[in-house]
């Protein structure tokens, strides 16, 4: 999905760049914390004047929203726009007791759990809510069909966690993503 303005270290060209080089620049710290704050509000901006309220959650595709200078990004532009207590930030990271006992999607919820342990601390230092667990990491492959996880998704669940899902049918600006 193209940006809404010039973001010209994360997506060259207007056009965003993949998870692999946004992963390796973000370890670097070689993209721009404001250049995330600049479109964070204006998708922020451009949410609230079309459906005229909040986001009541925030999220980065695969993620990228808890990665090293995206994340502290993240917090901030949330901490500065969002009314007090009324917009969580989604936290990949959950118990490792309760990521183990699900058995689907392990090695990727460790994973995952190591940048959100770190995004977690950070937002709530802040000020900024997040979820308290999250679930829902399997294997992409269509090899076993979704419903055959979700249960195993529900185990271990503490109350305000969430469970990642992809429903419905992808429109032409995720035609060409994996997921």
């Given at each position: 999905?193209?940006p809404?303005g010039?973001?010209?270290?994360i997506?060259?060209k207007?056009?965003p ?16 914390a ?19 309220t909040?986001?009541?959650h925030v999220?980065g595709?695969?993620h990228?929203?808890q ?7 993240v917090?901030?532009t949330?901490a500065?726009l969002a009314?007090k207590?009324?917009?969580y ?5 959950d118990?490792?007791?309760?990521i183990l006992?699900?058995r689907v999607?392990?090695?990727r919820?460790?994973?995952l ?7 977690r601390?950070r ?9 308290s667990g999250?679930?829902?990491l399997y ?5 076993a069909?979704?419903?055959s996880?979700f249960?195993?998704?529900l185990i ?13 049918n992808p ?9």
């Open positions: 999905i193209e809404l010039p973001v010209s270290s997506a060259a207007g056009k760049a993949n998870f692999s080089d946004v992963f390796r620049r973000s370890i670097a710290s070689r993209i721009d404001e250049d995330i704050r600049r479109e964070l509000k204006r998708q922020w901006e451009a949410f609230r004047d079309i459906l005229g909040q986001p009541s999220d595709h695969q990228i929203h990665l090293p200078v995206i994340r502290d990004a917090i901030e949330v500065s009314p207590g009324g917009t930030v989604r936290a990949c990271a118990r490792p007791t309760a006992g699900r999607g392990v090695a919820a460790f994973a759990a190591y940048f959100g342990r770190e995004f601390l937002a709530k230092a802040r000020g900024v809510m997040t979820n999250f679930s829902g294997d992409l492959s269509g090899r069909p979704y419903i996880f249960s195993k998704f271990g669940l503490r109350p305000r966690s969430v469970i990642l899902c992809h429903p419905g429109d032409q600006g995720y035609r060409d993503d994996p997921i």
